[in-house]
T-cell receptor, first 112, second 109 residues
């Protein structure tokens, strides 16, 4: 069966520090991968999606970036965090483009 | 750009009362999906509707896809405390899913 792992679960980082969140999927090949951000009590904002290794599409211009170095690995990064980067970051995968999505447990990031 | 709006944003109901959330898209959708996110948790897929006018049921939950495939609804009959959470609809874009704004349901025991 397929599983998705996302870590860490919680993270407190100072303003200006770098960020690296990792997400891996097991049990499937060539998944579509997504990074979403959810502000407290708000909806899901799509940040990045990837249909294959090295293929990243950005939905929202910001100081975040994403990379897909391996088929089932998706990384969200920032060189310098801003206060406004605080939120709940969710990684997700789907077998087919825009089909049923399976989410990781999420990372709750607080930038202080 | 594609937008998926949901109403209401919040809903407080007494346990046993019914609940409905509505989803409206600015464009025609090939399908619509519904997700539930428990407080502190991550979204979990509930169902997908594909056909115009389709109605699907999961126990006390009834999902409907509009005839024009631009709107959808989720109705919960006789809510229970286990129904608390935020319900999202989602529509497919070219390569990804666009989530609605969500409806947060609170059930008062």
């Amino acid at each position: 069966s397929q599983t998705i792992h996302q870590w860490p679960a919680t993270l407190v980082q100072p303003v200006g520090s770098p960020l690296s969140l990792e997400c891996t999927v097991e049990g499937t090949s060539n998944p579509n991968l997504y990074w979403y951000r959810q502000a407290a009590g708000r909806g899901l904002q799509l940040l990045f999606y990837s249909v294959g290794i090295g293929q990243i599409s950005s939905e929202v211009p910001q100081n975040l970036s994403a990379s897909r170095p391996q088929d089932r690995q998706f990384i969200l990064s920032s060189k310098k965090l801003l206060l406004s980067d605080s939120g709940f970051y969710l990684c997700a995968w789907s077998a087919v483009r825009a089909s049923e999505a399976f989410f990781g447990q999420g990372t709750r990031l607080t930038v202080v | 750009g594609q937008q998926v709006m949901q109403i209401p944003q919040y809903q407080h109901v007494q346990e046993g009362e019914d609940f409905t959330t509505y989803c409206n898209s600015s464009t025609t959708l090939s399908n619509i999906q519904w997700y539930k996110q428990r407080p502190g948790g991550h979204p979990v897929f509930l169902i997908q509707l594909v056909k115009s006018g389709e109605v699907k049921k999961q126990k006390r939950l009834t999902f409907q896809f509009g005839e024009a495939k631009k709107n959808s609804s989720l109705h919960i009959t006789a809510t229970q405390t286990t129904d608390v959470g935020t319900y999202f609809c989602a529509g497919p874009g070219a390569n990804n899913l666009f989530f609605g704004t969500g409806t947060r349901l609170t059930v008062i025991p």
